[in-house]
């Protein structure tokens, strides 16, 4: 069974700290891992996947097999961060069939 | 906004009626998804369309749950004889027919049941 785990519902920092939202999977394959963001009042959308490995607004995300995780760095938070984050997880299929984490809510304060 | 649409945004029932949500993808995108999302939780997959095929669908879409495509365009998910616990948020994506695109979101459809 594929199952995504978000061990923090709330994560607060201030502006200027670094940020790690963690991410852990389980799956026995070869996963694909995303980062999904809400921000207020807007649409679930992509922010990155792990196949790109690109940064997206100084965020970046890097798989770790032997720890099962992909855990949402930013080495400086801006209040314009403050979101909801969801991690997600395509095991097995080639369409967009994800298994979602619970979602951390990102609070960064001035 | 050509983006994921979806109607109504909210909609408040009485348990046993049925409703009907609507979700216009991004005119380029064949491939349509429902997913639905609880209080506290992420999104659940509910369901998968290529074109107007369906080719998925999850064991949380019981006999009473319904989508269709009909033309590959928009799609329709049915909820018949609803009961308190279909109250959350329906959630409706699309993306590209190749690989792993990206889904894209609309906004929901919020249902209570009272």
């Known amino acids: 069974a594929q199952r995504v785990t978000q061990p923090e519902k709330l994560l607060s920092v201030f502006k200027g700290a670094p940020v790690e939202l963690k991410c852990n999977y389980s799956y026995s394959g070869s996963p694909e891992l995303f980062w999904y963001v809400q921000y207020s009042r807007q649409r679930l959308q992509l922010l990155l996947r792990h196949i790109s490995r690109e940064s997206i607004k100084g965020f970046t995300a890097d798989l770790n097999k032997g720890e099962t995780s992909f855990h949402l760095k930013k080495p400086f938070a801006q209040e314009e961060d403050s979101a909801m984050y969801y991690c997600a997880l395509n095991g097995g299929t080639s369409y967009g069939k994800l298994t979602f984490g619970q979602g951390t809510i990102l609070t960064v304060h001035p | 906004d050509t983006g994921v649409s979806q109607d109504p945004r909210h909609k408040i029932t009485k348990r046993g009626q049925n409703v009907t949500f609507r979700c216009d993808p991004i005119?380029?995108?064949?491939?349509l998804y429902w997913y639905r999302q609880t209080l506290g939780q992420g999104p659940e997959f509910l369901t998968y369309?290529?074109?107007?095929?369906?080719?998925?669908k999850s064991r949380l879409l019981s006999d009473r749950f319904s989508a269709e495509r009909p033309k590959g365009s928009f799609s329709t998910l049915e909820i018949q004889r609803t009961e308190q616990g279909d109250s959350a948020m329906y959630l409706c994506a699309s993306s590209l027919g190749t690989g792993n695109s990206p889904l894209h979101f609309g906004n929901g459809t919020r249902l209570t049941v009272t």
């Open positions: 005119s380029e995108h064949n491939r």
């Open positions: 369309f290529q074109n107007e095929a369906q080719l998925e």
